[in-house]
């Protein structure tokens, strides 16, 4: 009995330590199981009533008929309208006229599920805000074709949380208002499809210039993928992105079963044919800059299809004068030369140094041939205009413009630069070396401060591409992009200055409200105000007596010429104490340019055109610079050769400048060339110490201008 009631404690301990174990779970643990319970039980209720809502909202009146308002424009600081997004809208197509197989492409991309929901997915809402939480940024849309109409219709392109609610809201009363197809058919006449055209039958005769019944399906596929980034998937701009977008959009159809295998393997390997003229070009004033502006506006958040059919004015730094001057002016001085091939182009890029604004912009000759950007975009050596990147480290180093330096022959290893036409002036002062763009002066220069000073210097002057660790870049070898490449020459401009050029000044809505304004520029001191002077003086001179006197716009401004090897790129870079513009002009395959285009020709002469037009307003305002005394120098008599070049006459080569010939006397005599060492030794020998130097004629004197007030913020001086 004792034995019974012994085992009935030790049954009834055990059970009570089993309850106790169960009774003390972790207290944490039990309060995040609760609040889970409850938020699900919470957005599960939510979720029920959001589409109870939806079910009871009422449908829409008069939707058939319904025309949406699309006013965005694009002005330039002046005032002028330069591109309108409502120029060019195409014939409505209807439902049964729409190729299947681009409703196909078009459920594939954008909205699988389009004849299962009603009009919203929230199960595909939930889906992609996970996604999105647990990529850190967004990687997956939720926006039904519906939900998308209604955006286009009715609602801005705003991204808040009130706008979406809203085009819920929408999308459930469209519904509820007209058929799928009849969604479908909106869908396709309205929504914007990059470069201009708007709804299906515009962008198919805008790419293709064909009838939207005449697409093969490659072609529909193509633009199928578009709706999600027109700009950047759109063929015009970027070939690469936009047929791996239509391989995208393929792979879907097939994978839904919307096409064969066969099918989707012959149209991934099709070759995209483009129309040669596209009709919406003829009305856009600026259409390289007003691609510039959608990147930047893309940058600052919005994106293509909300700019284009958000009712927005935005309001550029364009200087519109300037900008139809380079329009008139690129045109007509290529026509000149003899330039009219398709590969034979030009590209302007002018910008205020003082506060960053982007005042012409030219990526080509031609928007209608081409519309690849060779501001921003093309990569070209500038030849003997990046001498002056050259000879600002030099004056970074100490060197000043009266310094002498050896015009004559020199050797590296293997390589032996040689100027234009093999002439050669002996002893001669650095600035007269800049002024005629001496080859072998920069090479002697490079040696005298370093391959690395020189890229640093380049670099701190926003100069971003690669630039090879060799003495070749003293002549201009690698590729540099306009638009760094004139940026940097704001420096000189300025006082030492780089600022970030930019093409937006603000965007308003419809209603006159501003959702972003400009802020101050971002500006980096990278040069001393010395350099800045001296280096100004010396190019000053490259217009008045050395390569770019064809771009003398008779007020005080100072550039440089450059042409790399067969007159493959001309360049001239200059500027004025309130406008820089570089100009390229050359060849897209990197062939010859006909017609010896040198940087002192085409590139001078578009310069002077468009900036004779840009200065009018500040009449002939010189740099308040410290002054720099450039001492009268006279060239040389001598022309110095080598053996070999007495034996045979050398063809003009490597950054070929043309030199006024009243700073030339013909040769009488031959002067033995200098050794490098030679060139280090006398390299700091002043022009007053020097007993071998002569006054160059009145004419060929150059004098420090006047100062007056300089260029630069007075908070930044």
């Known amino acids: 009995m004792t034995d019974r009631k012994q085992n009935r404690r030790y049954k009834e301990s055990a059970r009570s330590n089993v309850r106790k174990k169960k009774k003390e779970p972790n207290g944490f643990i039990s309060t995040i199981k609760f609040l889970f319970i409850t938020g699900c039980a919470c957005a599960l209720a939510g979720v029920a009533s959001l589409q109870l809502y939806l079910s009871s909202l009422p449908p829409i009146e008069n939707l058939d008929g319904f025309k949406p308002n699309i006013v965005t424009k694009f002005y330039s600081a002046d005032g002028e309208i330069i591109k309108t997004f409502t120029a060019y809208t195409f014939e409505k197509v209807n439902f049964d006229d729409i190729p299947e197989d681009f409703i196909h492409a078009l459920i594939a991309t954008e909205d699988k599920n389009f004849y299962k929901h009603k009009g919203y997915d929230l199960t595909g809402l939930a889906r992609s805000t996970i996604q999105n939480i647990l990529a850190g940024h967004v990687v997956q849309g939720a926006s039904t074709i519906t939900q998308q109409l209604a955006r286009v219709l009715f609602l801005s392109n705003e991204r808040t949380f009130d706008r979406k609610l809203k085009e819920l809201f929408i999308a459930a009363r469209i519904e509820k208002t007209i058929s799928k197809n009849q969604i479908l058919e909106m869908y396709a006449n309205n929504v914007y499809l990059g470069s201009g055209a708007y709804g299906v039958e515009g962008a198919a005769q805008i790419y293709f210039d064909k009838h939207l019944k005449e697409l093969d399906l490659a072609e529909l596929a193509l633009i199928a993928g578009l709706p999600q980034a027109p700009s950047v998937y759109s063929p015009f701009n970027n070939m690469e992105l936009a047929v791996k977008r239509r391989n995208q959009v393929l792979n879907r159809m097939y994978k839904m079963r919307y096409i064969t295998k066969e099918q989707f393997e012959a149209a991934k390997e099709e070759k995209v044919n483009l129309t040669q003229r596209p009709q919406f070009y003829t009305t856009n004033k600026a259409p390289y800059f007003c691609d510039y ?4 506006l893309e940058k600052l958040g919005f994106d293509e299809t909300e700019i284009s059919q958000g009712g927005y004015k935005v309001i550029t730094t364009l200087d519109y004068k ?3 001057a380079a329009n008139e002016a690129i045109p007509r001085v290529m026509r000149n030369w003899g330039l009219t091939g398709a590969k034979q182009q030009a590209a302007l890029f002018a910008f205020s140094p003082i506060d960053g604004r982007i005042l012409a912009y030219s990526g080509g000759k031609d928007y209608v ?11 070209r050596p500038p030849g003997s205009a990046f001498k002056a990147i050259v000879y600002a480290a030099a004056m970074e180093h100490g060197v000043d413009p009266n310094d002498l330096i050896e015009d004559t022959p020199v050797k590296i290893g293997d390589w032996a630069p040689k100027n234009a036409g093999n002439k050669y002036r002996g002893k001669i002062p650095v600035y007269t070396a800049l002024m005629i763009s001496s080859n072998v002066a920069a090479v002697r220069m490079i040696q005298e401060v370093g391959i690395r000073s020189v890229i640093q210097t380049a670099r701190v002057l926003g100069i971003e591409t690669p630039l090879e660790y060799d003495y070749t870049i003293a002549l201009g070898s690698n590729g540099v992009k306009l638009f760094e490449f004139t940026r940097a020459f704001g420096a000189f401009a300025n006082g030492g200055y780089i600022v970030q050029p930019y093409a937006v000044e603000r965007v308003e809505t419809s209603r006159g409200k501003v959702v972003y304004r400009a802020p101050k520029t971002k500006i980096s001191h990278q040069l001393s105000l010395k350099t800045a002077a001296q280096m100004t003086a010396m190019m000053k001179t490259v217009i008045t007596n050395g390569t770019g006197r064809a771009a003398n716009i008779g007020v005080p401004a100072a550039g440089k010429t450059g042409t790399t090897d067969d007159n493959r790129d001309a360049y001239f870079v200059g500027y004025t104490p309130n406008i820089v513009t570089g100009v390229w002009v050359g060849n897209d395959e990197n062939g010859t340019t006909r017609g010896n285009i040198y940087g002192g020709t085409a590139p001078a002469i578009i310069w002077h055109d468009v900036m004779k037009v840009g200065v009018q307003p500040y009449g002939k305002l010189d740099f308040n610079y410290p002054e720099v005394k450039l001492m009268p120098f006279s060239l040389s008599t001598g022309i110095i050769k080598t053996e070999e070049d007495e034996e045979k006459e050398v063809k003009e080569n490597e950054n070929q400048e043309t030199v006024d010939p009243s700073m030339q006397v013909d040769p009488t005599k031959n002067v033995p060339a200098m050794t490098p060492s030679d060139v280090v030794k006398n390299f700091r020998f002043r022009n ?17 201008p006047t100062p007056i007030p300089m260029a630069v913020p007075e908070t930044l001086r």
């Open 322 to 324: 300037m900008q139809k």
């Open 688 to 704: 007053n110490n020097n007993s071998n130097q002569t006054t160059a004629p009145q004419q060929n004197e150059v004098k420090a």
């Open 293 to 296: 502006v959608l990147k930047e």
């Open 369 to 379: 041939q081409s519309q690849y950007d060779r501001v921003s975009q093309a990569v």
